[in-house]
């Protein structure tokens, strides 16, 4: 009895889809912001209406040590990108908090500073901001931490989006891979114009030279060279197709390194005069009481 013959099983191509990394985290940390800030405005608006005859009690102060320790956890983000790899969680994880508690941190300091040179009684004279250790200094500084974070976020989203559509639509992937690529590429170039003529080999040295376009004069040939030109001119229109994907994405690389030289410095010294507020009022409120 004769057996149907099998066909042979063809191989299944899987196709890999590049996307920025994502985080579940994300709402939760958005959720805990909102119950911190709503929970701070809540005692602020009450604290309006109330007069307090001990500055000991006064939340407008406790605001202040609120809005410290969210820039501690803000800055965990940096120790555990940076330092301490061995903190629990995701760096992504970690970024949602360093992002979140960054915004209502600023919030805060504004109820905590009465909207003073916010939305009334501004000056920018040197005694407003010596005043009180430095606090209108320490929340300039902040707010200007907190805005530069915000556009670099939005930046490094973008940005990130860029990468990996093109990683996705290149046919090869990043940034090493497509430098790889190019590479047999240009080896195949190599093969393909030995022994040619002059012109052939010229404009091959030209389009080799400029990565991401081709030359625009075509060479006249030999009619045995012909074929191989076509093919050699195939191959350079990949490389050049890679080689535009590649500065794309090496520009969208340098915009959030750029950025990143930025903020972490300006992270740096706004932390210092944040800290030097902060401890200094600490010790007149817990030690010289007052």
Request: aromatic share 12%; charged share 20%.
């Amino acid at each position: 009895m004769a057996q149907a013959a099998k066909s042979p099983t063809q191989p299944r191509t899987i196709r890999r889809i590049w996307r920025t990394p994502g985080s579940k985290l994300n709402w939760l940390f958005l959720l805990a912001s909102l119950v911190i800030y709503g929970s701070v405005y809540l005692i602020d608006r009450n604290a309006l209406t109330t007069q307090f005859a001990d500055p000991a009690t006064d939340p407008f102060r406790d605001f202040g040590i609120v809005a410290f320790v969210l820039v501690l956890v803000v800055t965990a983000y940096t120790l555990r990108r940076r330092f301490a790899r061995g903190l629990p969680g995701k760096v992504q994880s970690w970024l949602w908090v360093h992002t979140w508690f960054g915004v209502i941190s600023i919030l805060i300091v504004f109820m905590h500073e009465g909207y003073q040179n916010i939305t009334h009684d501004f000056s920018f004279l040197a005694d407003r901001f010596t005043e009180a250790d430095y606090g209108t200094t320490a929340m300039y500084a902040l707010l200007l931490l907190v805005l530069t974070g915000v556009v670099g976020r939005l930046l490094d989203m973008w940005q990130a989006r860029v990468i990996a559509a093109e990683a996705d639509t290149n046919g090869v992937g990043i940034t090493r891979s497509i430098e790889e690529r190019m590479h047999e590429l240009s080896l195949t170039i190599g093969r393909l114009r030995a022994g040619k003529s002059a012109l052939f080999q010229q404009f091959c040295e030209q389009a080799l030279r400029h990565k991401a376009a081709l030359p625009d004069l075509l060479p006249v040939l030999a009619p045995q060279e012909v074929g191989d030109f076509e093919r050699a001119y195939e191959v350079l229109g990949e490389r050049a197709r890679l080689g535009r994907s590649l500065q794309r994405q090496q520009r969208a690389r340098l915009i959030i390194r750029t950025w990143r030289y930025i903020h972490i410095p300006l992270a740096c010294i706004a932390l210092g005069i944040i800290s030097y507020h902060s401890i200094v009022e600490l010790w007149k409120m817990l030690v010289l009481h007052y």
